[in-house]
């Protein structure tokens, strides 16, 4: 009798085991899965939760797909990913950026089907679906447009880079002539001492022919 309620436990455990994993591998998969940008997509929560919340979410998810409790090879993936999205809804300014995306989601969603505010379609399940893809649609955008004002950033500070740089090799070109031009200072006064002296010669040579033809 004994031996037959042990291995009833036996199977019990083996089936909680299987089900804890199972439900582990769905969570990495879910977070995987889940839009990057929207972080609150990625801790599986609703826009608008307190801080509170978001608190208690990611300890109880990353303590279910933690690398060091399952064997899943993606479970560091996850984890990874997680650990970021739950990062950017603890920064004031990052939070407060998603939510705005979020809230022009609705507003486009609202104006494209001419809804009011007050209309009941908004709190239907399918509303809010097409509202989350809308968001993905929102965040897109606005991570294309800010990498292209990044690369915009980067080319005009590039420009101003070789502006610069230009700048300092115009300058250290005339200050190396100038230091050429000091140097030989000494030997182009020699030079000029010397052709004066013989362009005296010369003169003192004519003069002595002149004077003998006029003698």
Not at 1 to 10: I, Y
Not at 41 to 59: F, H, M, N, T, W
Request: proline share 3%; charged share 50%; with cysteine.
């Amino acid at each position: 009798m004994a031996s037959e309620d042990q291995d009833s436990l036996d199977a019990l455990d083996a089936l909680e085991r299987e089900a804890s994993d199972f439900t582990k591998d769905a969570e990495i998969d879910r977070i995987r899965n889940a839009f990057s940008l929207d972080a609150y997509a990625v801790l599986d929560l609703q826009p608008g939760v307190p801080e509170s919340d978001i608190k208690v979410q990611y300890r109880k998810k990353s303590l279910l797909i933690h690398p060091d409790k399952t064997k899943n090879p993606l479970a560091p993936d996850a984890f990874d990913r997680l650990k970021k999205a739950h990062t950017s809804l603890m920064d004031e300014k990052a939070r407060t950026y998603l939510d705005e995306c979020i809230a022009d989601a609705r507003r486009l969603l609202i104006r494209e089907h001419k809804y009011t505010v007050d209309s009941p379609e908004l709190q239907t399940d399918e509303f809010k679906k097409e509202w989350r893809k809308k968001t993905v649609h929102v965040l897109l955008d606005e991570e294309a447009r800010r990498r292209r004002q990044a690369k915009a950033r980067l080319q005009e500070e590039g420009r101003e880079r070789r502006k610069e740089e230009e700048e300092l090799e115009a300058r250290k070109r005339k200050r190396d002539q100038d230091k050429a031009w000091e140097d030989t200072r000494e030997e182009r006064i020699g030079s000029w001492r010397d052709w004066q002296k013989g362009h005296k010669k010369d003169d003192d040579k004519k003069k002595k022919k002149k004077m003998k033809v006029l003698g």
